[in-house]
T-cell receptor, first 112, second 114 residues
Framework: GQQLNQSPQSMFIQEGEDVSMNCTSS?????WLWYKQDPGEGPVLLIA?????ELTSNGRLTAQFGITRKDSFLNISASIPSDVGIYFC????????????FGQGTTLQVKP | DSGVTQTPKHLITATGQRVTLRCSPRSGDLSVYWYQQSLDQGLQFLIQYYNGEERAKGNILERFSAQQFPDLHSELNLSSLELGDSALYFCASSVASGKGGELFFGEGSRLTVL
């Protein structure tokens, strides 16, 4: 089936550092999304991107929808301890359904 | 709190058994989605219902079935359980169908098959 390649798989950084993660796909998506999952919780939407080339920010988070529509990246600036968690990219092929293809996740650990 | 409620939170059962997972969507949301999260497969889309009707289907096993009731709550039925069915099962909801992938996830039901 379709897969998203998300990297890196895990990151261990110092508080205050910037973080970057990305996703690539062999398929073209209509929408790219970034979710965060905390332990014992379900994924929570961080950013949604709807147009190729779109750059969107949400506080310290910035994400971009690649021009080819096959990739996306997420940057977190000035990381803080509560940024710890698993970050998932997700692509949506058909805007009429909620079928999302998820990446494998990037586990982020922040050292105070 | 996403507003999506799932029960039970934890379930332990034996192979060959059948279980039902329940989901109440956010107030006003018409679409309900079921996802499976396992260590080896990650988050996988199972099925979507919109206002009581099936809207999209993923790689859902024939042993699994779901439905959405008139009050919009949904149930996922898993039968003839196998060890490999052990996973976190998430329900999500949204106002419209798809809605740009902006889904609200519940806290999940953790199923352990022994």
């Amino acid at each position: 089936g379709q897969q998203l390649n998300q990297s890196p798989q895990s990151m261990f950084i110092q508080e205050g550092e910037d973080v970057s993660m990305n996703c690539t796909s062999s398929s073209i998506f209509n929408t790219w999304l970034w979710y965060k999952q905390d332990p014992g919780e379900g994924p929570v939407l961080l950013i949604a991107l709807y147009k190729a080339g779109e750059l969107t920010s949400n506080g310290r988070l910035t994400a971009q929808f690649g021009i080819t529509r096959k990739d996306s990246f997420l940057n977190i600036s000035a990381s803080i301890p509560s940024d710890v968690g698993i970050y998932f990219c997700a692509g949506q092929l058909n805007s009429n359904t909620g079928k999302l293809i998820f990446g494998q996740g990037t586990t982020l650990q922040v050292k105070p | 709190d996403s507003g999506v409620t799932q029960t039970p939170k934890h379930l332990i059962t034996a192979t060959g058994q059948r279980v039902t997972l329940r989901c109440s969507p956010r107030s006003g949301d018409l679409s309900v989605y079921w996802y499976q999260q396992s260590l080896d497969q990650g988050l996988q889309f199972l099925i979507q219902y919109y206002n009581g009707e099936e809207r999209a289907k993923g790689n859902i096993l024939e042993r699994f079935s779901a439905q959405q009731f008139p009050d919009l709550h949904s149930e996922l039925n898993l039968s003839s359980l196998e060890l490999g069915d052990s996973a976190l099962y998430f329900c999500a909801s949204s106002v419209a169908s798809g809605k740009g992938g902006e889904l609200f996830f519940g806290e999940g039901s953790r199923l352990t098959v022994l």
